[in-house]
């Protein structure tokens, strides 16, 4: 098979679609990131990239705090709003109908419609060129109660999750396998026994 060859580029994909939240919960704003993920698990650690014209890059540059807010399918429009919306002159919570609730260990809402967010906390910053990027260790998350099984496990499958790649927003699919489960040993059957 012929492959061609391009110039570097922002070709990775999926990446999520979040919300990232920040300022204060009087006082709040909201921005469209791409351009997160994880860096570390212990501590645990992401970042995001923000260009610095972005209303939102100067807050979360002074107050050093931010929350990821995961999307669902349900929720691509204001999702998408929120990144062409500019939060100087536009209140993107009262245009998308989001509502925002106190965080535990951050200043900066969750989103009450998001299944999951990540209360993150800045340790560094760097100009990379277009964007700034800001690594965080995320301090705390919370989760939505209803996809929490009796176990306590997260389902995250049951959420509807938004996937965004290469200019287009996507659901994603169906669940393929766990982690490990191309090594995982299958468990032996036991035959019944006999009567006697």
């Not at 050093?64 to 998408?80: H, K, P, Q, W």
């Not at 919570?93 to 106190?102: E, I, Q, R, S, Y």
Request: charged share 25%; glycine share 8%.
């Amino acid at each position: 098979m012929a492959k061609q060859f391009w110039k570097g580029s922002t070709l990775l994909a999926p990446v999520p679609a979040a919300l990232v939240t920040c300022g204060t919960i009087d006082e709040p704003n909201v921005l469209t990131i791409g351009w997160t993920g994880i860096v570390c698990t212990r501590p645990p650690m992401t970042y995001i990239s923000v260009r610095p014209e972005r209303h939102s890059h100067d807050i979360i540059k002074k107050s050093g705090e931010f929350v990821i807010n995961l999307t669902t399918s349900a929720m691509c429009r204001e999702t998408d709003l929120c990144g062409v919306k500019s939060g100087k002159d536009t209140d993107k919570f009262a245009l998308c109908g989001l509502h925002t609730v106190p965080a535990q260990k951050v200043a900066p809402p969750l989103i009450e419609e998001c299944p999951l967010s990540l209360e993150c906390r800045v340790t560094d910053e760097k100009l990379l060129g277009s964007h700034t990027m800001f690594l965080a260790e995320i301090v705390g998350i919370d989760a939505d109660e209803r996809f929490i099984d009796s176990k306590g496990k997260l389902n995250l499958q049951q959420c509807g999750l938004m996937a965004f790649a290469h200019g287009e927003y996507f659901a994603l699919g169906r669940k393929l396998g766990d982690f490990g489960f191309s090594v995982r040993k299958k468990k032996k059957h036991r035959k019944p026994p006999k009567n006697s």
